[in-house]
């Protein structure tokens, strides 16, 4: 069966790596150090992860991709989203994220004809997570392929209220779950107000000029505690399980308080610890122009 998208292990004592396949650590060789941030299996030769994960004068050969199985990939080029500019919005805003997605291509540059084409080997460790407004979704949702639209995607997945929702991030060596609940509908516009209290938008007024509608916001402590992230979580997956199929709907982005040293989370969240992440349904058709070279439906 062609590979389905969104399938892992589900029992207790799975390794971590089997119950979260699609998640690959990417890191950035620079000569300050190495950036390390997530990302996530979309087909054999693409990777779904943050645009501000790199600079614009980061080469092709100093990225760095490894799955679960801890092989490693080599990238051939690295697609930011067009509209994305952190420095917009200089010198009122230092940082602004809109947009903040790109795709990662694996491959082979010097791919000779016929020669062994690179392309990520999928296992039990190694899976695709699905994207909105595919035939795959379509499918895990178990909804009718022909009559299924984009928009009931988007009204199945995205909910009016509180959507139960994760991420995954690294802890002791170990892909942990984190609960998050993204904020739709009223809740919207209480949890993107706390967007202001990071120190970077101290400054700002209206909290519309850094929040733009291509956020989901997720985290704080009402109704009850969210999980927060780490910078280290840049670039992974917001995923909804959807009766034990997995589909990714945001890219996390960027967190209001920096809860984290190292990596290693403070034990508490606060009210105002919230997370903001790429909205899939927002950038669809810069997806689709990308991702059906590869073999991926779009609806
Ligand atoms: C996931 C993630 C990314 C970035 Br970039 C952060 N840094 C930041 N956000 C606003 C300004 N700078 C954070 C913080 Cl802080 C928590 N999680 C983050």
């Given at each position: 069966?062609?590979?389905?998208?969104g399938?892992?292990?589900?029992?207790?004592?799975?390794?971590?790596?089997?119950?979260?396949?699609?998640?690959?650590?990417?890191?950035?060789?620079?000569?300050?150090?190495?950036?390390?941030?997530?990302?996530?299996?979309?087909?054999?030769?693409?990777?779904?992860?943050?645009?501000?994960?790199?600079?614009?004068?980061?080469?092709?050969?100093?990225?760095?991709?490894?799955?679960?199985?801890?092989?490693?990939?080599?990238?051939?080029?690295?697609?930011?989203?067009?509209?994305?500019?952190?420095?917009?919005?200089?010198?009122?805003?230092?940082?602004?994220?809109?947009?903040?997605?790109?795709?990662?291509?694996?491959?082979?540059?010097?791919?000779?004809?016929?020669?062994?084409?690179?392309?990520?080997?999928?296992?039990?460790?190694?899976?695709?997570i699905?994207?909105?407004?595919?035939?795959?979704?379509?499918?895990?949702?178990?909804?009718?392929?022909?009559?299924?639209?984009?928009?009931?995607?988007?009204?199945?997945?995205?909910?009016?209220?509180?959507?139960?929702?994760?991420?995954?991030?690294?802890?002791?060596?170990?892909?942990?779950?984190?609960?998050?609940?993204?904020?739709?509908?009223?809740?919207?516009?209480?949890?993107?107000?706390?967007?202001?209290?990071?120190?970077?938008?101290?400054?700002?007024?209206?909290?519309?000029?850094?929040?733009?509608?291509?956020?989901?916001?997720?985290?704080?402590?009402?109704?009850?505690?969210?999980?927060?992230?780490?910078?280290?979580?840049?670039?992974?997956?917001?995923v909804?399980n959807?009766?034990?199929r997995y589909?990714?709907?945001?890219?996390?982005?960027?967190?209001?308080?920096?809860?984290?040293?190292?990596?290693?989370?403070?034990?508490?969240?606060?009210?105002?610890?919230?997370?903001?992440?790429?909205?899939?349904?927002?950038?669809?058709?810069?997806?689709?122009?990308?991702?059906?070279?590869?073999?991926?439906?779009?609806?």
């Amino acid at each position: 069966a062609m590979n389905m998208c969104g399938m892992a292990k589900e029992y207790d004592d799975a390794p971590s790596e089997e119950k979260n396949p699609w998640i690959v650590s990417i890191s950035i060789i620079r000569e300050g150090g190495v950036e390390k941030c997530k990302g996530a299996v979309l087909t054999p030769h693409f990777i779904l992860t943050a645009a501000h994960c790199f600079n614009i004068d980061d080469q092709a050969h100093q990225i760095k991709v490894e799955t679960n199985d801890r092989k490693r990939y080599k990238v051939i080029n690295v697609i930011s989203h067009p509209n994305y500019n952190v420095n917009a919005k200089k010198p009122k805003i230092a940082e602004f994220y809109d947009y903040d997605i790109a795709l990662v291509e694996i491959g082979d540059m010097n791919k000779k004809p016929g020669g062994k084409e690179e392309k990520i080997e999928f296992s039990s460790k190694v899976r695709p997570i699905c994207i909105p407004c595919t035939e795959g979704t379509t499918r895990a949702l178990r909804k009718k392929v022909a009559q299924t639209t984009c928009d009931e995607h988007e009204a199945t997945l995205l909910k009016w209220g509180l959507v139960e929702a994760m991420f995954i991030t690294q802890e002791d060596n170990q892909l942990t779950r984190k609960d998050v609940t993204i904020k739709t509908g009223d809740q919207k516009p209480v949890c993107n107000r706390d967007a202001l209290k990071a120190p970077l938008y101290a400054d700002v007024k209206d909290v519309n000029e850094v929040v733009t509608d291509r956020f989901l916001c997720t985290g704080g402590t009402e109704p009850h505690v969210n999980a927060f992230t780490c910078k280290g979580d840049s670039g992974g997956p917001l995923v909804i399980n959807h009766r034990q199929r997995y589909i990714q709907v945001g890219v996390i982005s960027w967190g209001v308080t920096n809860l984290c040293l190292n990596n290693i989370r403070q034990p508490f969240a606060k009210a105002e610890s919230r997370d903001f992440h790429t909205n899939l349904f927002k950038v669809l058709p810069w997806l689709e122009s990308k991702l059906k070279e590869d073999g991926l439906g779009f609806l």
